[in-house]
């Protein structure tokens, strides 16, 4: 049994390890015997048949997603493998105009299967059989996770001269003088309204991706990391706890090797205030990702944990699980020490016209479902809400407190 599928047995059984002997991965029927409950490798599957490639079995993982029901016969290791592996990405060519990888391009926009963690659905089914117990029905954790685009729209002069033009005059001017003033710095309300619910749910955490680009681009603007307004900010990431984690530039989604010097050239900001610590999560601008090979350059940069994993245009369970995995290079079908965090809701996602469209009470009403289905296979939720979304022009700063008060409540 190699490590990969070693791994992947685990995961299926909530890491149960007293389990692992009762479950065999095998076409031997002699050694099947020995077994509970065996699962036959597909003739298809690269994991049991590496000279396979994932073209092969695609059509395989097709038919067992229309069907949504599990036999003896699935192979849902190999399906938990190529769906937890993003390999569909290597399948699949399409992409949008920025080279991401969107829900409508996916198996999972057929069928609404985005809604369901179809991996977990199989750990419950395997747990069954085994007449093993299944997990606690509550949500493991709660990543409350906010990437800084912006830290101020009207403090940098392009900015300043948009507001006048825009007829913003008198806001800009006043953003200018006082940083708190400016609409885009929600920081001090963000702050409190998440240590609400970490004060109420301890599994919480609260974590800020900060930008150091070039700021070219879809990158602008940049932050100066050593300006006044940056140590504003860091005022409230460090009296509600949060942690940092680098927020990759556009520009790295395209070519990863950015990531190390963008990783550096935060952590030696962060080394001149009491943020000593190293820069280890990671979520991608834009959510931009344009390569499995990304994913390998950012284990190697020493980012220990990505948040970026969910599709822009359509909130769900990307990875078909509720639950941190670690990565699997579906080239090579190793196990990477990189971990990722299934990015189950992003702010925009449910507000933009050329997203979901919600109204306010359809957005309020899928996040219950996702919070739901997440309890429900005791998985991680990991929300995104940008600082700077809290305006007047949308329905978010009634939106995300009603979330976590939803939560609060559970």
């Not at 994932?54 to 029901?69: G, I, S, T």
């Not at 507001?163 to 001017?173: D, L, M, N, S």
């Not at 301890?202 to 681009?217: C, E, Q, R, V």
């Amino acid at each position: 049994m190699t490590d990969t599928i070693k791994y992947l047995l685990s995961f299926l059984l909530y890491g149960n390890q007293d389990a692992l002997s009762l479950v065999g991965y095998t076409s031997d029927e002699e050694e099947a015997k020995r077994y509970k409950v065996t699962i036959r490798p597909s003739d298809n599957s690269p994991l049991a048949h590496p000279e396979k490639s994932w073209e092969d079995f695609y059509p395989e993982v097709k038919q067992v997603l229309h069907q949504r029901a599990i036999t003896p016969e699935t192979d849902i290791m190999s399906v938990a493998c190529f769906l937890m592996s993003r390999a569909e990405e290597m399948v699949i060519q399409e992409r949008d105009e920025h080279g991401r990888f969107l829900a409508r391009h996916s198996l999972l926009s057929e069928g609404n299967l985005l809604s369901i963690p179809l991996i977990d659905e199989y750990s419950r089914w395997l747990m069954k059989r085994l007449e093993l117990p299944l997990p606690e029905q509550k949500i493991a954790c709660v990543n409350l996770t906010h990437d800084v685009d912006t830290i101020a729209h009207y403090r940098h002069l392009r900015g300043f001269l948009g507001g006048i033009a825009r007829g913003k005059a008198k806001q800009a001017i006043a953003a200018a003088q006082h940083l708190h003033d400016d609409p885009a710095f929600t920081f001090p309300w963000l702050s409190h309204t998440d240590t609400k619910l970490r004060n109420k749910l301890h599994s919480t955490n609260i974590i800020y991706f900060i930008k150091a680009s070039t700021g070219k681009g879809f990158d602008y603007p940049q932050y100066k990391l050593s300006g006044k307004d940056f140590g504003e900010l860091l005022k409230y990431i460090n009296k509600s706890g949060a942690e940092i984690g680098l927020h990759s530039s556009y520009q790295a989604g395209a070519d990863a090797n950015l990531i190390k010097q963008e990783k550096q050239k935060l952590e030696e900001a962060l080394s001149a205030t009491a943020n000593r610590q190293p820069v280890t999560k990671n979520r991608y601008h834009w959510l931009r990702c344009t390569s499995i090979d990304n994913m390998q350059i950012l284990a190697n940069s020493g980012i220990t944990d990505d948040y970026s994993m969910g599709f822009a245009d359509r909130a769900g369970f990307r990875l078909c699980t509720a639950r941190p995995v670690r990565w699997i290079n579906p080239k090579t079908l190793k196990v990477t020490p990189l971990t990722l965090h299934p990015l189950t809701v992003m702010d925009c996602t449910l507000s933009n016209d050329n997203y979901m469209n919600l109204t306010e009470e359809e957005a309020f009403y899928l996040c219950q479902q996702l919070i739901d289905k997440t309890r429900q296979v005791g998985g991680e939720l990991t929300l995104l809400w940008h600082n700077s979304i809290f305006t007047d022009d949308n329905y978010h700063k009634s939106l995300y407190p009603a979330i976590l008060n939803y939560l609060r409540h559970q």
